[in-house]
């Protein structure tokens, strides 16, 4: 059985209690053990593949298919974990189980209710998750005091009874405010989010207290006092340049040792990887700016793999990676002329698509390093099938249902499935890889596996007149029919791939295709 970590958040959201936990699992993690993360949501959805970026940020998708929480992604990017749809539970998840069951006659004679049925649903999913490891850390979403949360709090909270509390930790995030006028930090909040905790039956054994500044001692020691916490237990984490500091920030102040210490761990003194990532993008001298054409650019969350993923192509080439965010519905050239190289994400919808055919022909034109991902390869296409093919009004039938050129279309198997999502082509696919063409030579195999999240494909009707005409299709589907890759012959670096290669990048092993196009952008910079 493993041991239990359980990261509740106070105060407010967005503290960053995904990277404080996925840099929790890391560290023990460099410690020899087996480690898994699991990210509790208490929203409705079933998941948050129907949800609006703005809502919600960027939905990760995994090796199998499951539309999840962008948390996921930093668990991926910070540890070996290979996360699965296990690995995301939320409120809509459980309730739809019970629900089901209830319907089928699972509960005959008993009145179906949050405790004890909602609440064992959680307890059953989380522990499905710690058999294959050492230590599962859990990240409780939301903020405590919410209503939502609360099904969910007093099943860990039960959890913790169950598998007896010298395996269970609870880590809870809070805000520590700077206040300007008093020129103080100020506890008060931390003080009345762990006063919430405890009145629903949990009392935390480490405080995370982000703040701007470092906690001075004096301020550790109030919070410890009124929160009955060890003062060696309160850990500061101030703001921080690059996510891949918080691990050292945690590391300088014993976290991990204490972690080990509650659990009998014996602890091992060892360097940590993370010592060599922050180096690297500290010292980086030279930039390189990348233009991110997107129609979600107020909201970074949104492009969260992809940022990261850029940066991981920084880190492989030394250089610091600066985002010019571009708003696909404006498209201003001036911030395309600015960048090295140019970026169009994944999406939905019309909306600033038009922006991003702009963006995309510019890139063409320029000779600029130009990278698609899945809509944008889709847009290269467009772009290609109107100014290179003359084929006016070509269009994703996505965008325009009647147009006299579908380059991109729904696949005929597709048509008659109705319900959401259940048209998608999601999770890890394989994509051979044609000899001769940039894309083998970037990736230096024969067969790659990478993630989807897409309805519509390039329609193969097209194929030949694309190929004739300078366009190369470097990656296909193992039968063939469906296209994965397309680059351009005569240009320096100009690749649309129907995957997000962002989803599998981490700073360790960063994905090759973003490592050749921050090369390429360094290059074009140069010149
Ligand atoms: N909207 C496009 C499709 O469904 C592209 C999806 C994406 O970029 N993830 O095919």
Redesign the pocket.
């Known amino acids: 059985m493993a041991y239990y970590i359980f990261v509740t958040g106070g105060v407010l959201s967005s503290l960053g209690k995904g990277v404080a936990s996925a840099s929790v699992a890391s560290l023990l993690e460099e410690q020899g053990l087996r480690v898994n993360l699991q990210k509790l949501d208490p929203y409705l959805n079933v998941d948050p593949g129907t949800m609006s970026p703005y809502q919600h940020g960027e939905v990760y998708v995994t090796e199998d298919g499951a539309e999840t929480d962008l948390d996921l992604g930093h668990y991926e990017r910070f540890t070996s974990v290979v996360m699965t749809k296990r690995n995301n539970i939320t409120a809509g998840k459980v309730y739809y189980n019970v629900i089901k069951r209830e319907r089928e006659g699972g509960y005959l004679g008993a009145t179906v209710q949050v405790i004890p049925h909602i609440t064992d649903e959680i307890k059953s999913l989380i522990r499905e998750l710690d058999r294959d490891c050492d230590v599962l850390v859990v990240e409780v979403g939301g903020t405590v005091g919410d209503i939502e949360g609360l099904p969910f709090l007093e099943a860990v909270r039960q959890l913790s009874m169950e598998v007896g509390k010298n395996r269970v930790l609870f880590i809870h995030t809070t805000y520590v405010p700077y206040v300007k006028t008093a020129g103080e930090l100020k506890t008060k909040p931390t003080q009345h989010s762990v006063k919430e905790l405890r009145a629903i039956g949990i009392q935390p054994d480490i405080i995370l207290c982000r703040s701007e500044f470092e906690l001075p001692e004096g301020i550790k020691e109030k919070i410890a006092l009124f929160t009955n916490v060890d003062k060696s237990a309160v850990i500061s984490a101030k703001d921080v340049e690059y996510i891949y500091e918080v691990p050292l920030l945690f590391k300088e102040q014993g976290l991990d040792r204490l972690i080990c210490e509650r659990f009998s761990i014996p602890y091992r003194h060892v360097e940590s990887k993370w010592e060599k990532v922050v180096h690297i993008l500290k010292s980086a001298r030279e930039e390189v700016k990348v233009a991110l054409v997107g129609k979600y650019v107020s909201l970074k969350d949104a492009y969260k793999s992809v940022v990261e993923a850029l940066n991981h192509g920084g880190i492989a080439n030394g250089v610091r990676v600066r985002i010019i965010w571009v708003d696909s519905e404006r498209c201003e050239e001036e911030l395309l002329e600015e960048a090295s190289g140019i970026l169009v994400?994944?999406?939905?919808?019309e909306r600033g698509t038009e922006g991003k055919v702009k963006a995309l022909s510019y890139g063409r034109l320029s000779k600029k390093p130009t990278f698609g991902?899945?809509?944008?390869m889709?847009l290269m296409c467009v772009e290609f099938a109107r100014n290179v093919l003359g084929l006016e009004r070509a269009n994703?039938t996505?965008f325009d249902p009647f147009t006299p050129h579908p380059v991109?279309d729904i696949m005929e198997n597709q048509k008659n499935i109705k319900e959401l999502g259940g048209t998608?082509r999601l999770g890890s696919y394989a994509c051979v890889l044609r000899e001769g063409t940039k894309a083998r030579e970037i990736y230096g195999r024969e067969v790659v596996y990478e993630r989807h999240?897409?309805?519509?494909?390039f329609n193969n009707t097209y194929r030949e007149a694309f190929e004739a005409n300078g366009a190369v299709f470097s990656g296909l589907s193992p039968d063939g029919r469906l296209v994965e890759i397309m680059e351009l012959k005569d240009h320096p670096w100009y690749m649309g791939c129907q995957f997000?290669p962002e989803f599998k990048s981490k700073p360790f092993e960063p994905h090759p295709l973003f490592v050749s196009f921050i090369g390429a952008c360094l290059k074009a910079k140069a010149q």
């Open positions: 994400p994944g999406g939905f919808g991902i899945c809509l944008g889709q994703s996505e991109i998608m999240r897409h309805r519509y494909e997000h």
